[in-house]
């Protein structure tokens, strides 16, 4: 399971409001980095994302302690168990790294009415750590459905809760929605904004069942293995 993905998304031609921007996805065991020759760009540039997925694992830890502590388990270290790629990078996990370039938009293309940077959505997985430069656009959605600036913290990140968990808890923690806006600045458009997001994901092996929690009063579903959710929703299956 060694694999990284570039995404290119269009710039231009396309009829309706597209994402415009490029990632690129470190998924699976990236122990193969470390063990490439260091002279190329893209292995510099691996390797350094690599460190900073590794750096993030500690943190990673200490969120899923805190949300089983939240959700008042028995077991404060509930989450933790079932995800082993913390201290194992070859345990499977559909656990993804992202770097993300949005590029600037170049003047002489007009921006279409309702063109995000990313439209609305929520994440797949279990949490998402996402780490964003200053230009700002990131929004959230609350409850009541009015959308909030998460502007960027200096030294801060910001932790959005995925479909995943959104299902595990039977819908008492809500996934996130979020989306990437293109500031209304006329000089913001004409720049580039770089971010990066963690999306973390328990062991493939772990099984979605009821959560030991007194908080939850109703589940609607028996039990699935986080890797069938994982596939489910990347082939688009919306009834998770
Ligand atoms: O770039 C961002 O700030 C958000 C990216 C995002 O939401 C995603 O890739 O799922
Ligand atoms: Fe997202």
């Given at each position: 399971m060694n694999d990284r993905i570039y995404v290119d998304s269009p710039?231009?031609?396309?009829?309706k409001p597209f994402d415009f921007r490029e990632s690129f996805d470190f998924f699976g065991d990236t122990d193969f980095i470390s063990q490439?020759?260091?002279?190329?760009i893209d292995v510099q540039f691996s390797k350094s994302m690599v460190e900073l997925q590794d750096a993030c694992h500690p943190l990673c830890m200490d969120l899923m302690k805190l949300l089983g502590m939240g959700l008042e388990l028995?077991?404060?270290?509930y989450f933790v168990r079932r995800s082993k790629w913390l201290q194992?990078?070859?345990?499977?996990?559909?656990k993804t790294f992202r770097a993300l370039y949005y590029p600037a938009i170049p003047e002489n293309i007009e921006i279409p009415v309702g063109q995000a940077r990313v439209k609305e959505h929520s994440d797949h997985g279990f949490i998402t750590l996402l780490f964003q430069d200053d230009t700002g656009g990131l929004e959230v959605r609350d409850r009541e459905g009015n959308w909030i600036a998460a502007d960027p913290i200096h030294g801060s990140i910001v932790v959005n809760i995925g479909d995943l968990l959104e299902f595990w808890s039977g819908g008492y923690l809500r996934a996130t929605k979020h989306r990437v806006l293109i500031p209304e600045l006329e000089i913001q458009k004409r720049i580039s904004r770089q971010s990066i997001v963690y999306f973390l994901h328990p062991d493939s092996q772990t099984t979605l069942s009821?959560?030991?929690?007194?908080?939850?009063?109703?589940?609607?579903f028996s039990s699935i293995l986080s890797g069938d959710f994982a596939e489910a929703k990347l082939a688009g299956v919306k009834s998770y």
């Amino acid at each position: 399971m060694n694999d990284r993905i570039y995404v290119d998304s269009p710039m231009v031609a396309e009829p309706k409001p597209f994402d415009f921007r490029e990632s690129f996805d470190f998924f699976g065991d990236t122990d193969f980095i470390s063990q490439a020759p260091s002279n190329a760009i893209d292995v510099q540039f691996s390797k350094s994302m690599v460190e900073l997925q590794d750096a993030c694992h500690p943190l990673c830890m200490d969120l899923m302690k805190l949300l089983g502590m939240g959700l008042e388990l028995d077991d404060e270290d509930y989450f933790v168990r079932r995800s082993k790629w913390l201290q194992d990078n070859k345990s499977p996990s559909y656990k993804t790294f992202r770097a993300l370039y949005y590029p600037a938009i170049p003047e002489n293309i007009e921006i279409p009415v309702g063109q995000a940077r990313v439209k609305e959505h929520s994440d797949h997985g279990f949490i998402t750590l996402l780490f964003q430069d200053d230009t700002g656009g990131l929004e959230v959605r609350d409850r009541e459905g009015n959308w909030i600036a998460a502007d960027p913290i200096h030294g801060s990140i910001v932790v959005n809760i995925g479909d995943l968990l959104e299902f595990w808890s039977g819908g008492y923690l809500r996934a996130t929605k979020h989306r990437v806006l293109i500031p209304e600045l006329e000089i913001q458009k004409r720049i580039s904004r770089q971010s990066i997001v963690y999306f973390l994901h328990p062991d493939s092996q772990t099984t979605l069942s009821p959560l030991p929690s007194k908080l939850i009063k109703k589940y609607h579903f028996s039990s699935i293995l986080s890797g069938d959710f994982a596939e489910a929703k990347l082939a688009g299956v919306k009834s998770y």
